[in-house]
């Protein structure tokens, strides 16, 4: 923490800035001018608006207002150096090659914030940051003996990182600021001074004795020492079907007209028919179906799956309040069938990630048998979301997991297990975003097949 998001990164920005210990460009010319910088900054502050609060505080305007600088805190600045700044710098340098240098150390840096770490991504750290070292030196020190101040030892310090990895592990095992925080977890169970650390033996102790009665009893929530971290909200809605997710208020005060509905109704169509037992299903056998079922729309969801516990809101109910972070554009998965324009082929399935705007989320309880549809228990519920899918255009930053749109295209209607994880977007050019993605790869869909198409399903981790 202190040796890339206090130093190394903070480093970057005076240079790039010109406020780096009075040291001019030298023979390169690396430096923003001041009305770029701003409007990077003024960028920097708006994006807060697009990014969901999940992600983090807001980050200031890295520019100021002209009479004092901005407070960064060490969030805030790994946040703009992962996910603003490789959007907001493009295009930005006066030479291509600054921008590449900066985006290979965010690629060096989202390795080693990986949860595993390979031998092969060991390798690539070690010759990654070598060779971004001597770049540096290239294009910063300019091997100039005036400019040594260039090369603090914080920059020396990026070739023990691939070595420190392999000693001990990832770095999120030792880093420091989890270290700080576990430190002032246990500072209160010191309660003698002459013996302080038999206090802190014993408070160590005693709380993985209780953690470990916690995991065998299965007892975690009847034993917690600490209050729920999100207490249950009146008028949410859960189910054993959907493990996954709560639906949380608003909730759509009448029941939608059947009219607006078009788009689920082919979606159920495709849910239920099953070629391979004979079950064909038409719209209007669905919409008969509709009529004697319980539909209601809601305005948000929460992925109660992860400790993130994603919020994504529906943009079609409710009102947002104008200093609110829109917290509507989410990732979900598909299985698209690549031969789907060859009428006549096998369908041919592929995983694919999608980007949209969720629209509506559909809440369906069926409270009979509907042999007509195959459903044969008593009572069966059913949770869709409509999302309007981003048109990803084929603009990227190498080695980074960024994707570009500019328009917004058709509205898919999907199990709401297909939906992942809440996702921010940044301004990029005149009418384009970026869509930034913290979720990483272990939030991904795995599909689970059975022995033919047919049986296709989509479970989600």
């Not at 040291?23 to 770029?36: C, H, L, P, W």
């Not at 260039?150 to 030792?174: M, R």
């Not at 971290?229 to 208020?249: K, V």
Request: glycine fraction near 6%; aromatic fraction near 10%; charge should be negative.
């Amino acid at each position: 923490m202190h040796l890339i998001w206090e130093n190394l990164i903070k480093n970057l920005i005076k240079l790039w800035t010109g406020d780096y210990k009075d040291m001019d460009e030298g023979a390169e010319e690396y430096r923003f001018e001041k009305s770029i910088w701003q409007a990077i900054g003024e960028a920097t502050f708006k994006s807060g608006s697009t990014i969901p609060s999940a992600y983090g505080t807001r980050v200031p305007n890295l520019a100021g207002d002209g009479t004092h600088k901005p407070y960064l805190s060490a969030e805030m600045l790994s946040f703009w150096a992962l996910y603003l700044g490789p959007v907001l710098l493009k295009n930005r340098f006066t030479k291509p090659r600054y921008y590449m240098h900066f985006i290979r150390l965010v690629r060096l840096l989202n390795i080693c914030l990986q949860f595993e770490i390979s031998s092969n991504d060991l390798d690539e750290l070690r010759n990654g940051f070598i060779s971004w070292v001597k770049d540096y030196e290239r294009l910063y020190y300019q091997y100039n003996p005036e400019r040594l101040p260039a090369c603090p030892l914080t920059v020396h310090a990026l070739l023990h990182i691939a070595p420190s990895i392999e000693a001990s592990g990832p770095v999120w095992c030792y880093w420091a600021f989890p270290m700080e925080r576990y430190c002032g977890t246990i500072q209160p169970a010191i309660r003698s001074r002459r013996f302080p650390f038999a206090s802190l033996a014993r408070h160590v102790i005693e709380d993985a004795r209780l953690t470990q009665i916690k995991l065998f009893y299965d007892v975690v929530q009847e034993l917690s020492l600490s209050p729920p971290r999100l207490l249950p909200i009146t008028g949410s809605f859960t189910h054993p079907s959907y493990p996954s997710c709560q639906l949380l208020p608003p909730k759509g005060p009448e029941r939608p007209g059947m009219s607006t509905l078009t788009l689920l109704i082919g979606a159920l169509v495709t849910c239920f028919s099953n070629p391979g037992i004979g079950l064909i299903v038409t719209p209007g056998i669905v919409k008969q179906c509709l009529y004697t079922a319980d539909v209601s729309i809601w305005g948000k969801v929460r992925r109660i799956d992860s400790e993130e516990e994603d919020t994504m809101r529906g943009a079609g109910l409710g009102t947002i309040q104008e200093d609110s972070r829109d917290a509507s554009f989410v990732r979900y998965e598909l299985l698209v069938d690549q031969l789907a324009s060859q009428i006549s082929a096998n369908p041919d399935f592929e995983p694919e990630t999608c980007f949209g705007q969720l629209q509506h989320i559909y809440l369906i309880c069926f409270n009979k048998p509907y042999p007509e549809l195959g459903l044969y228990q008593s009572s069966t519920t059913i949770i869709m979301a409509s999302i309007k899918k981003c048109n990803l255009t084929n603009e990227s930053i190498p080695g980074l997991d960024i994707h570009f749109y500019s328009r917004m295209g058709a509205t898919d209607v999907i199990d709401i297990r297909s939906v992942q994880c809440v996702v921010g977007r940044v301004p990029y050019g005149q009418n384009g975003w970026a869509i930034i993605d913290r979720s990483g790869t272990l939030a991904r869909a795995e599909f689970l097949g059975g022995n033919n198409d047919e049986d296709i399903d989509n479970e989600d981790i």
